[in-house]
């Protein structure tokens, strides 16, 4: 299958390739796709080098799907071209999420929406996909009501710039090094914590919390589950944590909760207290699984379960998902 990946020279881009390999997707074709002064260098897939091609020269290549990671304005431009042309773009960016016309998929929550005349579609922020995965079986046997979730986000979430600002921070804090670094943010990260992720709007929350609070809803299906968010950036690597409230319509038994999330496609139950077993992002990192634990009742108020979630949000919150909507496009034959 003639595969092309826009935006192949970045973060999440990197990360798609190096999971089309490791998932064994049949890429008979690559088809690196970065901005103009990308064109002509090389990525490595498989082993072998590939050359960046432009837009153009993808679109005329015809690929089966285009995965794209390179921002909402460049989706916004170029994912209709790719469509036009019958190629199946799966794109990363918040572009196209709310747009009800396009559907936005998580394969372990409702990849059956999906379908061969879908060829814009979107992937979800990194940090709703994780919460909806855990999420979804609880809601199909309890009826969520309400979510209240505080995230604990990654600096790879931001891209390298991040990435550099708090190595940089931290170099210069051990060893008092003169080096410049890049700012990602206003604030220090490393040692720190921001409770901002993207800019601010007029109701006080940020894109990001807003991003939750919506895509949830379209994602489960739902637009009864009421959510509210807190989103933070912390000096970590490796995959965003979340603590998150949840109020069910009816009452639960924690052991059958155990017991739905140890059979939930794409969920890893580590939930062992008396042994201090619990998801971190350390052992989530490279990982594609959701990992759930701390299950405890709400003891203020009925039909309430307390619970973390942790996952890769460079891996299933973006690169992983995207290959999961492929698989599931090409198993259901709507690639060709």
């Known amino acids: ?52 091609v432009s837009m153009t020269d993808a679109i005329a290549a015809k690929p089966a799907v285009a995965l794209f990671s390179a921002g909402g304005s460049t989706s916004l431009e170029w994912a209709p071209k790719f469509a036009e042309a019958g190629i199946t773009v799966i794109d990363n960016s918040s572009a196209w999420r709310m747009d009800p016309s396009k559907k936005l998929v998580v394969p372990e929550v409702n990849a059956d929406v999906l379908t061969a005349a879908d060829k814009i579609i979107a992937n979800p922020n990194c940090s709703t996909i994780q919460m909806v995965v855990a999420l979804q079986p609880l809601h199909k046997k309890y009826n969520i009501t309400r979510v209240v979730v505080s995230t604990y986000q990654s600096v790879t979430g931001t891209g390298k710039k991040a990435v550099d600002q708090m190595m940089g921070e931290r170099l210069k804090a051990v060893k008092d090094a003169k080096d410049e670094y890049p700012m990602a943010y206003k604030y220090p990260i490393d040692l720190n914590v921001i409770p901002q992720i993207d800019v601010f709007l007029d109701n006080g929350y940020t894109k990001e919390e807003m991003k939750m609070v919506n895509e949830t809803k379209k994602i489960m299906g739902d637009d009864s589950i009421r959510v509210t968010a807190t989103t933070v950036r912390i000096p970590v690597m490796g995959g965003h944590s979340e603590s998150v409230n949840v109020e069910f319509n009816k009452d639960y038994e924690l052991g059958e909760v155990k017991s739905l999330l140890q059979s939930a496609p794409g969920v890893v139950l580590v939930d062992e207290p008396a042994t201090q077993q619990y998801p971190m992002p350390m052992d989530a990192h490279e990982k594609d699984e959701v990992f759930v634990g701390r299950l405890r009742r709400d003891e203020t108020q009925p039909n309430t379960l307390n619970m973390w979630i942790v996952s890769d949000n460079l891996r299933k919150g973006a690169a992983t998902n995207a290959v999961q909507i492929a698989e599931y496009l090409m198993s259901k034959g709507l690639l060709k």
């Open 1 to 52: 299958m003639k595969v092309a990946v826009v935006g192949a020279t970045g973060l999440v881009g990197t990360k798609m390739l190096q999971v089309l390999a490791e998932r064994n997707f049949p890429v008979t074709e690559l088809l690196p796709v970065a901005s103009e002064k990308s064109v002509g260098k090389e990525v490595e897939f498989k082993g072998k080098k590939f050359k960046v």
